[in-house]
């Protein structure tokens, strides 16, 4: 099973009221190689299918995707493989903010 990692800016003391806004992340990863917006997150299963509304932010690497979800100003993501750890990393210092478990 994979760790849940978030990326917040409410550890920190001047930008605690400073939530992670979709228009700022569209922004951000529009011009990230590897990123995609999506409004659904669908998860495909052995005998079924889940889709999950909301605002993703889908990391292509090596043939998988795996997302970022914003949610009430955070961003959340699985530490489902270690190349994403160096992405969490670079994106958490571009957006000001610090990871934590989540």
């Known amino acids: 099973m994979s760790q849940r990692l978030r990326i917040t800016r409410s550890m920190q003391e001047e930008n605690a009221e ?29 005998e079924s299918t889940m889709s999950i509304n ?16 914003l949610y009430m100003g955070d961003l959340y993501v699985a530490l489902s493989t270690e190349a994403i750890v160096p992405v969490i990393l670079e994106i958490a210092t571009d957006l000001r903010a610090d990871v934590v478990e989540g």
């Open 54 to 69: 909301g605002d993703f932010f889908m990391w292509s690497h090596e043939g998988t995707e795996y997302p970022f979800r």
């Open 18 to 46: 400073q939530a992670l806004a979709l228009e700022e992340c569209k922004q951000y990863f529009v011009d990230k190689s590897g990123f995609s917006y999506s409004g659904v997150y669908t998860v495909q299963g052995a």
